[in-house]
């Protein structure tokens, strides 16, 4: 007799082998799309525009506030640089999957 909520699964050893194999592919294609290193690299290039353009547009009092250095537009490129170097590490570096113990 089977549970009510698991459906009875039929089949060949090889046809359960091929279900689990593409269920591990989708779920290292899942872990890829939210690698928590696209999120940040992709956060610090955003912002790092954001400011980097406000910085293109400072007037002369902002500039004399900050002693004459145009803080937003280093700020700027200095998170485009963070944001590229996760980016680049992500495509350099990417999420293997672990192949499962078969012990």
């Known amino acids: 007799m089977t549970e009510p909520?698991?459906?009875e699964r039929h089949g060949t050893p090889?046809?359960?082998a091929a279900d689990i194999a593409e269920l591990e592919r989708k779920s290292g294609t899942a872990a890829r799309l939210f690698d928590i290193r696209s999120v940040i690299g992709g956060l610090f290039v955003f912002y790092?525009?954001?400011?980097?353009?406000?910085g293109l547009f400072t007037d002369e009092d902002a500039l004399a506030k900050?002693?004459?250095i145009n803080i937003n537009?280093?700020?700027g490129l200095a998170m485009?640089?963070?944001?590229?170097f996760?980016?680049?590490?992500?495509?350099?570096?990417?999420?293997?999957?672990?192949?499962p113990n078969q012990e």
């Open 14 to 16: 090889d046809e359960h």
């Open 73 to 75: 537009l280093w700020t």
């Open 86 to 99: 996760f980016l680049l590490w992500l495509k350099t570096r990417p999420l293997r999957a672990e192949p």
């Open 48 to 54: 790092g525009l954001l400011i980097g353009a406000a």
């Open 80 to 84: 485009l640089l963070v944001g590229g």
């Open 5 to 7: 909520d698991r459906p």
């Open 66 to 68: 900050a002693q004459g």
